[in-house]
């Protein structure tokens, strides 16, 4: 599986993005996946996830209401929307697979993970 994100970039506060991840694999609508972020100097965390069968999401705390995850699993891609962004939005976001079809929360839950996509939001 490789899962290859994109997107990034640089926005003011308040402003949106949108990451996408495309995954290699003929099963990828059965697998969870989630996006992380890390930012300088700090570990990576989990920021949502979303199971493959039910759609079932899980948002961290400090993303909820403002970040929306979705997939298209004929396009074998899962999408993070990114309104009202905040400076500490600021990190590299990376998209990952579980080969699980129960969501979860932490890294080492995941299997395979895209290179990673720099997100910076400005104040």
């Known amino acids: 599986v490789q899962l290859q994100a994109c997107g990034g970039g640089l926005v003011q506060a308040g402003g949106s993005l949108r990451l996408s991840c495309a995954a290699s694999g003929r099963t990828f609508s059965t697998y969870v996946m989630g996006w992380f972020r890390q930012a300088p100097g700090k570990e990576r965390e989990f920021v949502v996830t979303?199971?493959?069968?039910?759609?079932?999401?899980y948002y961290a705390d400090s993303v909820k209401g403002r970040f929306t995850i979705s997939r298209d699993n004929a396009k074998n891609t899962v999408y993070l929307q990114m309104n009202n962004l905040k400076p500490e939005d600021t990190a590299v976001y990376y998209c990952?697979?579980?080969?699980?079809?129960?969501?979860?929360?932490?890294?080492?839950?995941?299997?395979?993970w895209g290179q990673g996509t720099l997100v910076t939001v400005s104040s």
């Open positions: 990952a697979l579980r080969t699980s079809g129960i969501i979860a929360t932490t890294t080492r839950e995941y299997n395979y």
């Open positions: 979303v199971s493959g069968s039910t759609g079932t999401t």
